[in-house]
């Protein structure tokens, strides 16, 4: 099975600030790798798709980068709607798994 | 607008089953693959079983395999997750979710979620 490995775990930060996540595979899995935001009480929200494609309707301040094994998620300037927790997940094996999470929070 | 409706959640003893079901509406509900995605509360999320949109192809995460069959009836438009045997450890909210490719075979990435239905083995 494919292991996704997040970090970090948390992170403080305050709006504007530019923030970035990352994320690891246990083997390459090309650029089969999404993102999805999560507020609490709320379902996942898909962000990014197949590494560095924006879903329709995401602000441009997030963006998405590389491939094989290691990925970035960045948000260019943290908005207060975007305090929330960031999964990884990868497309690449029969069963998409994701990482642990990464909760952003307000410094 | 894509809407996914899940029912079904609720009390169980272990060993015992529920079914859920999902209720979709505003796409080609057989265009797509459709997947149930759990999380335990405070916790993270793990894919649980997926379905082409023929319904030919199914896929399972082991720790549910040769208990859960996930199933779709194409005129209902509606997708199921019937859970046997459960267990403590299948203690979660249950999300059905809409794959974002039109005619994919394997989930690519679930752009659109339903509410959740809560499933508690105890």
């Known amino acids: 099975d494919i292991q996704m490995t997040q970090s970090p775990s948390s992170l403080s930060a305050s709006v504007g600030d530019r923030v970035t996540i990352t994320c690891r595979a246990s083997?390459?899995?090309?650029?089969?790798l999404n993102w999805y935001l999560q507020k609490p009480g709320k379902a996942p929200k898909l962000l990014i798709y197949?590494?560095?494609n924006l879903q329709s309707g995401v602000p441009s301040r997030f963006s998405g980068s590389g491939s094989g094994t290691d990925f970035t998620l960045t948000i260019s300037s943290l908005q207060a709607e975007d305090f929330a927790t960031y999964y990884c997940?990868?497309?690449?094996?029969?069963?998409?798994?994701f990482g642990q999470g990464t909760k952003v929070e307000t410094k | 607008e894509v809407q996914l409706v899940e029912s079904g959640g609720g009390l169980v003893q272990p060993g015992g089953s529920l079914r859920l079901s999902c209720a979709a509406s505003?796409?080609?509900?057989?265009?797509?693959?459709m997947s149930w995605v759990r999380q335990v509360p405070g916790k993270g999320l793990e894919w649980v079983s997926a379905?082409?949109?023929?319904?030919?192809?199914?896929d399972y995460a082991d720790s549910v395999k040769g208990r859960f069959t996930i199933s779709r009836d194409t005129s209902k438009k509606t997708l199921y997750l019937q859970m046997n045997s459960l267990r403590g450890e299948d203690t979660a909210l249950y999300y059905c979710?809409?794959?974002?490719?039109?005619?994919?075979?394997?989930?690519?990435?679930?752009?659109?979620w339903g509410q959740g239905t809560l499933v508690t083995v105890s």
């Open positions: 979710a809409k794959d974002r490719r039109r005619w994919g075979n394997s989930p690519e990435g679930a752009d659109s």
């Open positions: 505003g796409f080609t509900f057989s265009s797509y693959v």
């Open positions: 379905i082409s949109g023929s319904g030919a192809r199914t």
């Open positions: 083997q390459s899995i090309g650029r089969y």
């Open positions: 197949d590494a560095s």
């Open positions: 997940q990868q497309s690449y094996g029969t069963l998409g798994t």
